[in-house]
């Protein structure tokens, strides 16, 4: 009620201080310090509602891990017997899994490709001492942050210290951003 009461006397300010075309003219300090704070109120509740969302967030999110985890100690039981019973039983073989087929599903056990734990430095050293090259990625980028540094602006295009245009750079002017801190 307190938010609704707040509402009409902004609407009111508003009407008192707009002007024959209805728009709403800031030209005093009042008026400014009336805004900045209108403003700060309307952040202050949005910020709430965001709050509030993100808990509930968190709460369904551990609401989530509660049942898969239920669901984990309802299941694995069943699971690793059905695991032992697949392994007693005559099954069709492939070269990537082990199939059983029952009416209500199937039991799979599934070949996985190993895991390759890497040592880059190692690996890339290793490539070069075995002269194998084609192996390598080099990948080679500019490094921008040190080439704005020698770099000036001239209208929209970039140009180096000796004046020469550089090639693939596209100045583009942005408008300076309003902020309004409460």
Sequence with gaps: MERNINLEMADDFIKENS???NEFIIDNDE???WALKKIAEERKEAQRYIDVCRSMILEYEEKIRKEEERLNKKTSYLESKLQEYFL???????KTQKVYKLPSGTLKLRYRQPEFKRDEEKLLSWLKENKML?????KETPN???LKKNVKISG???VAEDGQIVEGVEVIERPPVF???T
């Design 19 to 21: 002007d024959e075309n």
């Design 31 to 33: 008026k400014a310090e």
């Design 88 to 94: 007693s039983v005559k099954h069709k073989s492939t």
């Design 134 to 138: 084609d192996f390598i990625n080099v």
């Design 144 to 146: 921008w942050a040190e």
């Design 156 to 158: 929209n295009r970039a």
């Design 179 to 181: 902020e309004i801190d």
